[in-house]
């Protein structure tokens, strides 16, 4: 059974910085492609990044330079690194892993940027 937990996420001052970790169970997590998504309330689900099975990573704009995914093989963990962390960054954080035709999803942990 695939599982991804999430943690990490809670309150940061704007400038901030924020590590997210994503555990997975049941999978090998570098055999896949894996990423975040994130959602404000009101606003839609917005990609945040991902990194391939060959371990290139990609970002939108909104987030480059800022951001940074990698992962730890040993733990099977992904994680994305939030630098310089903007009060528009608030949302749910979500990590999803690609596996064939399927994507899994963690439980999302929340990220406040306020002062």
């Known amino acids: 059974q695939v599982q991804l937990v999430e943690s990490g996420g809670g309150l940061v001052q704007p400038g901030g910085s924020l590590r997210l970790s994503c555990a997975t169970s049941?999978?090998?997590?570098?055999?896949?492609?894996m990423g975040w998504y994130r959602q404000a309330p009101g606003k839609q689900r917005e990609w945040v990044g991902k990194?391939?099975?060959?371990?290139?990573?990609n970002y939108p704009d909104s987030v480059k330079g800022r951001f940074t995914i990698s992962t730890d093989n040993a733990k099977n963990t992904v994680y994305l690194q939030m630098n310089s962390l903007k009060p528009e960054d608030t949302a749910v954080y979500y990590c999803?892993?690609?596996?064939?035709?399927?994507?899994?999803w963690g439980q999302g942990t929340q990220v406040t940027v306020s002062s």
């Open positions: 999803y892993a690609d596996i064939g035709i399927d994507t899994y």
């Open positions: 990194i391939t099975s060959g371990r290139s990573t």
């Open positions: 049941g999978i090998i997590s570098s055999d896949y492609a």
